[in-house]
């Protein structure tokens, strides 16, 4: 008897979890899917023309697709501290790659957790060894490698066998499956390392896109005439700054196969040391490959090796910089393909659990990427390609499937976007705008027509002139400081390719008065300052 009423009881349980799946719950989950470099001229929703990104796309049709969405510096670990703080670099601290995060700010996460809410951390957050506000976590130290990657862990550290996007993603569904509790809401923080530099695919998806050709953009040739002193001398571009081994993975077995190709370039990094990329560029992340691993790579990698010796030498310029182009979509794009697979695991996971109903799943990068435009690869520059970021959020019975939002939307609102959301006050020093009336639709809410941008990390890689401006839908007005003062103007609606500065040009001046004076109260209103912009040149420190 014991026995039946036991079975029953069993029954009765299984029953009833079956009819209610998921404890009801207020407040929405958050996940947040963010990956480190993804242009959004590489996402289908916004421009299909390099790639079909059906996954990520899902996100855009299911939701909300914003076209106007920035950074507030184009580089990656202070675009992670505006994120986690809402707050402006001046202000929280972390200008560049190479200054420290002060972990004694308040952070989303944080609110979150005290909230009630159950918060993880899965894949690149790029600096620190312990975020807080997160219960579980794995993170890459640093940039972390595409192969067989090291992750940081709360209690122990771990090397994870297999391919980088897919271990990440294997991490965040292992922690939906065993370690998440359904009597609370979560915060899950799902952070891709592609498609950053050196851009190393799985071994299938180099193989698959080394035989893919893309169409190039209009202005890879840029010779930068119309532009000022900062396009000039950046070191982006694809022609003269990408490098052979570390970037387009040509291994010649000597030195002598390199032909007339020119000594890679020096960096100077943020302190002023040098730092001469080699055939170290190469070696470290192939390195990390075991002999299997290494077998399947070296199929594509002998491919591009003969087609380099055979072709290059008779190459003019022209046909150098479209070979490193291809050479450079092929990887760039491949790890995007690994990207979109990825995130498709997750979100059928949601669906078939019917998390996906009370869950805001979020699209976004740490900013954007020159995929060739204006001759270049990397970012930092308010130019629209790296100012930009892709940016979809949905959240079903809330935002209207395939709206689109052309507003100027920035990193900078995303904590109290998402504090909003889960009804937790934001702190009063929080500096962005909560973007939930523009995701319901109604936009009469939203009064900002203007956004603050300010790019610190120079001298360094890529040597990016320091700059900040102002931008709204129709105009963008910057100033370039510390070893140059110069002024540059784009009207952006008859010059999308931003190819012509028009500062000087008469019939902008009206344009400069008006756009002056508003970034002037722009640097008032978000406590930006002359004192400030000194304060952090590295020669004062
Ligand atoms: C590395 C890359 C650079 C890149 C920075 C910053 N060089 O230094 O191309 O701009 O990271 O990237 S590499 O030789 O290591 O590939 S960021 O996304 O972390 O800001
Ligand atoms: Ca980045």
């Known amino acids: 008897m014991k026995r039946i009423c036991n079975v029953i ?30 242009a959004y001229q590489a996402i289908s929703a916004y421009d299909n023309r390099l790639i079909q990104t059906p996954n990520i796309d899902r996100i855009a049709n299911e939701g909300i697709i914003f076209k106007n969405a920035c950074v507030t510096n184009s580089i990656c670990a202070p675009s992670r501290a505006v994120i986690l703080t809402g707050k402006h670099s001046h202000l929280n601290g972390k200008i560049d790659n190479h200054s420290p995060f002060d972990t004694t700010q308040v952070t989303f996460p944080q609110l979150f957790k005290k909230a009630g809410y159950q918060t993880a951390m899965y894949g690149k957050l790029h600096f620190g060894n312990n975020p807080k506000g997160v219960d579980d976590f794995l993170i890459l130290p640093g940039q972390g490698d595409y192969i067989n990657p090291k992750f940081l862990g709360k209690d122990k550290d771990t090397v994870i066998t297999g391919y980088v996007s897919d271990v990440i993603t294997d991490l965040t569904l292992d922690w939906f499956k065993t370690k998440r509790d359904k009597n609370k809401p979560f915060l899950m923080m799902y952070l891709h390392k592609a498609p950053h530099r050196a851009w190393w695919p799985s071994p299938e998806k180099f193989a698959e896109f080394y035989e893919k050709k893309f169409p190039e953009p209009e202005t890879l040739f840029d010779d930068y005439s119309g532009r000022g002193t900062a396009a000039k001398t950046a070191e982006m571009n694809i022609l003269t700054h990408m490098q052979y081994m570390h970037d387009s993975k040509v291994r010649p077995s000597t030195m002598e196969e390199m032909g007339d190709v020119k000594p890679e370039i020096v960096y100077v990094r943020g302190d002023g040391s040098l730092m001469r990329p080699n055939a170290s560029g190469f070696n470290r992340p192939f390195g990390r490959a075991n002999e299997e691993q290494k077998a399947k790579y070296n199929v594509t990698l002998d491919k591009i090796n003969n087609d380099f010796k055979e072709n290059w030498p008779n190459m003019n310029d022209k046909e150098k910089m479209q070979w490193k182009f291809q050479r450079y979509m092929q990887d760039y794009l491949a790890t995007i393909s690994s990207v979109d697979d990825n995130v498709g695991r997750v979100l059928d996971y949601l669906d078939e659990t019917g998390l996906d109903k009370n869950t805001i799943v979020v699209y976004t990068s740490d900013q954007g990427f020159y995929l060739g435009e204006h001759g270049w690869f990397d970012k930092r520059f308010i130019y629209d390609e790296s100012f930009k970021t892709p940016l979809m959020i949905k959240w079903p019975n809330v935002i209207k499937p395939g709206t689109t939002s052309e507003e100027m939307v920035q990193n900078l609102d995303f904590a109290q976007t998402f504090l909003e959301a889960a009804m937790i006050d934001a702190p009063d020093d929080m500096q962005g705008e909560s973007l939930i009336p523009i995701m319901k639709g109604d936009n009469d809410s939203w009064t900002r027509e203007a956004v603050y941008y300010h790019y610190y990390e120079y001298p360094s890689v890529h040597m990016a002139k320091r700059h900040y401006g102002i931008v709204n839908k129709e105009y963008k007005l910057t100033h370039f400081y510390y070893d140059i003062d110069e002024w540059e103007l784009y009207d952006r609606l008859n010059d999308p390719n931003e190819m012509n500065n028009v500062y000087n040009d008469p019939k902008y001046s009206e344009v400069v008065k008006k756009l002056s004076q508003d970034l002037k109260e722009m640097r008032v209103k978000y406590k930006d300052s002359e004192e400030l912009d000194q304060s952090f040149i590295y020669n004062n420190k």
Do not use: G, W
């Open 9 to 38: 009881f069993l029954l009765s349980i299984i029953l009833f979890s079956c009819n209610n799946p998921e404890p009801k719950n207020e407040r929405p989950n958050i996940l947040f899917i963010m990956s480190d470099d993804h």
